[in-house]
């Protein structure tokens, strides 16, 4: 399933405190989807909540797709992860974290992927397996 | 003569120091945060440099001599990186 659409990303809310902080995003967008040797026009939606510190980090992610052919879908992905010690900005950064996918979509509608994550400076790099063998790699760089 | 020529250098070396701010900011837990910090700040004029510490939640700012960076300015920049300013300590 593939899915190409100009989208908006608007922050809701976020809480900045002492040692953590915790966001709730709204994204949405049009475009158009293809699953499988369908092509329709779509519109998804989606909602974020994440909660971080520098040892802990919760997210989920509420994702809606609407089309014209029926394949409509949700997409429900947690995450749940912890640092094994507190790294300072130049430190390399490692997060232990475990994946949760439900696509109401797809045949197989629940994927737990364990994933190892590192930050360092402004780069984060991540790889997961997931229980199925399925490999999952991120490359990030803030800009 | 001697006596002039140490004013003059003492004078010299106060000119040039560079002023230091710190300031406590809250929500800062990861690279991403201390590297969008050190980007806002990095483009303001009077900024030298800018060190960020995770671990005690402070971002240090080292001011270029003879200019300045109001509380104000420092507080609307900290909140548009996306955290929440604290204590201004000059």
């Known amino acids: ?22 966001n709730i995003y709204f994204m949405g ?15 998804l939606s989606e909602i974020d909540a ?19 052919i029926g394949s409509n879908y949700v997409h429900v992905q947690s ?42 400076e402004n780069y984060l790099f991540e790889a997961g397996r997931s229980l199925e063998g399925d490999w999952m790699l991120n490359f990030m760089v803030h800009i | 003569m001697r006596r002039f020529v140490f004013i003059l250098t003492l004078l010299q070396f106060s000119l040039g120091q560079a002023a230091q ?15 969008g910090i050190k980007k806002k700040f990095s483009s303001e004029e009077a900024v030298q440099s800018v060190d960020v510490s995770l671990e005690k939640q402070l971002v240090t700012l080292n001011i ?19 955290f929440k300013p604290g204590k201004i300590k000059r």
């Open chain 1, 1 to 22: 399933m593939s899915y190409i659409a100009p989208q908006v990303n608007v922050l809701l809310k976020r809480w900045n405190g002492d040692g953590y902080q915790s």
């Open chain 1, 29 to 43: 967008g049009v475009g158009l989807m293809k699953y499988r040797d369908y092509q329709h026009s779509s519109i």
């Open chain 1, 50 to 68: 994440d909660a971080e510190s520098r040892r802990c980090f919760a997210s989920t992610k509420l994702q809606s797709m609407l089309t014209g």
């Open chain 1, 79 to 120: 995450r749940l992860g912890f640092a094994p010690y507190k790294a300072e900005f130049n430190e390399v950064s490692t997060w232990f974290m475990v994946q949760h996918d439900f696509n109401s979509l797809l045949e197989k509608k629940e994927i737990l992927t364990p994933l190892i994550r590192f930050y360092y």
């Open chain 2, 21 to 35: 701010i710190q300031v406590n900011t809250k929500g800062m837990v990861c690279g991403f945060c201390a590297q």
């Open chain 2, 64 to 82: 270029k001599s003879s200019q300045d960076l109001s509380d104000e300015r420092i507080a609307e920049l900290i909140r548009e990186a996306g």
